[in-house]
């Protein structure tokens, strides 16, 4: 869990695991709600979250999730979730796709071989939860927590990633909805690596950029 912290005046400290504003905010404003709350990352914390964040904030600049270059990675470790731009491949056949996905990757390869994917290419498989709406988003995340390698949110903390694992959640319709592939010579940012103690200030923010089609589009799952 997320304790909270009070400096010497009874000010809350930041404990979001960086320097962007938007996320000290976001974890003052749960406190000041929750007044008797004593940590974070809870399945209390993760509800007023869902609730809160998308009623008071109708869009956010993604360029500030880049601001904090702690942040940055040059590569990308299953089970952690990362923020990025992206281009896809496919724009002109897709119906509707995310530049900014918002991702726990769970494998990578190199394309050729026997492996999906063109000769020497690199790709990526992911859960992106923007293409997911905020209340399967909620009900993702509480499943997704389940999985993580230790109690409390630490930097160290991410998910257990297995291809057992990610088969038992394909019978799930919503992780079968927001399981993409991404090539990675299409990213076109630094990987901005969110610290576990930030995921549930993150999961929530209308940080997804759908081209050529709208949420209601991307969030459509099949019957």
């Keep these: 869990m997320t304790q909270k912290l009070t400096d010497d005046q009874g000010n809350i400290e930041n404990n979001t695991g960086s320097e962007l504003e938007i996320l000290q905010n976001l974890e003052k404003s749960f406190y000041r709600a929750n007044e008797t709350a004593k940590k974070r990352n809870t399945a209390k914390s993760l ?6 964040v998308p009623k008071n904030f109708s869009r956010v600049r993604t360029a500030r999730m880049f601001r904090d270059r702690s942040m940055w990675s040059e590569r990308i470790i299953p089970g952690n979730m990362y923020f990025m731009e992206y281009s896809a491949k496919h724009a002109d056949k897709l119906p509707v796709w995310d530049r900014f996905p918002l991702i726990f990757p769970w494998d990578t390869w190199t394309g050729g071989e026997g492996k999906f994917g063109e000769p020497g290419k690199h790709y990526l498989l992911a859960i992106n939860l923007h293409y997911l709406k905020p209340e399967h988003r909620f009900t993702a995340m509480k499943a997704l927590l389940k999985l993580r390698n230790e109690k409390r949110y630490r930097s160290s903390t991410k998910l257990k990633i297995s291809w057992d694992v990610l088969q038992g959640l394909s019978n799930s319709k919503y992780f079968e909805h927001s ?11 630094k990987f901005v690596k969110i610290p576990p103690r930030s995921w549930e200030l993150v999961v ?17 799952m099949k019957k």
Excluded: T
């Excluded at 929530?204 to 459509?220: D, M, Q, V």
């Design 47 to 52: 509800a007023w979250f869902r609730q809160f």
């Design 179 to 189: 399981v993409k592939v991404y090539r990675l010579d299409h990213v076109k940012s």
């Design 204 to 220: 929530f923010l209308p940080l997804a950029r759908w081209a050529k089609g709208s949420k209601r589009e991307a969030w459509r």
